[in-house]
């Protein structure tokens, strides 16, 4: 009787680590790699569109089980004065406009995945929804983009409109307000995670 309980305590012993092993080896972390990123604000202006790149992003992405594309965690930070248009009075008006000597960072964080379809080739169409914050205003908004895994390497595409006024923050003007921008922009993003 004795042995048999030891045998049924081994099994289960064994049982139960090699379930807590596969959980960490299906648990996979890739870091965001800001050289291969790319992240452009579009707006319009009483004058011409605009755009702004995002030269800074840090970030990662975590799946549960990589195999079957679910996402646990997805987190991106952007440095808001690393937002850069080529033009220093444009560029000098967003940051007064994000109050950036007060809000260093924009940050993205998934909230929860609603649907992931499979495309083929390791190709997702991905609804999620995900909490936004610009100039310490938090919003949750609903995102679609494309996730494509290609080995050790994963890359979300996709972009989103909204307006700057539901996160606090003013349009800019120029030029003693005679050029005003429009409230909505868009935010086309190609996020690489390695």
């Known amino acids: 009787m004795t042995m048999i309980k030891t045998m049924y305590r081994a099994v289960y012993g064994m049982t139960f680590f090699l379930l807590i092993l596969s959980n960490t080896v299906r648990a996979q972390e890739f870091n965001l790699v800001n050289k291969s990123s790319t992240m452009t604000v579009q707006g319009t202006s ?21 195999e079957a594309a679910e996402i ?23 940051y007064k406009a994000l109050n950036t000597k007060k809000y260093k960072r924009i940050y993205f964080e998934l909230a929860e995945v609603k649907e992931s379809t499979r495309k083929g080739d390791g190709s997702y169409a991905v609804s999620a929804m995900g909490d936004l914050t610009i100039s310490g205003v938090k919003k ?3 995102l679609q983009f494309f996730l494509q895994i290609d ?3 994963i890359t979300l595409t996709g972009e989103k409109s909204l307006k700057m006024t539901d996160f606090k923050v003013e349009p800019p003007t120029a030029l003693l ?18």
Not at 72 to 94: F, I, P
Not at 177 to 194: M, S
């Open 72 to 94: 646990g965690q997805c987190q991106v930070q952007v440095v808001a004065e690393s937002l850069k248009s080529g033009k220093s009075s444009m560029d000098k008006n967003t």
């Open 177 to 194: 307000g005679t050029i005003t921008t429009g409230d909505e922009v868009t935010i086309k993003f190609t996020t690489v995670f390695q």
């Open 151 to 153: 080995g050790d390497k």
């Open 140 to 142: 949750r908004i609903p």
């Open 46 to 66: 009483s004058l011409h569109d605009w755009e702004i790149d995002a030269e800074e992003q840090s970030g990662k992405i975590v799946f549960n089980d990589l």
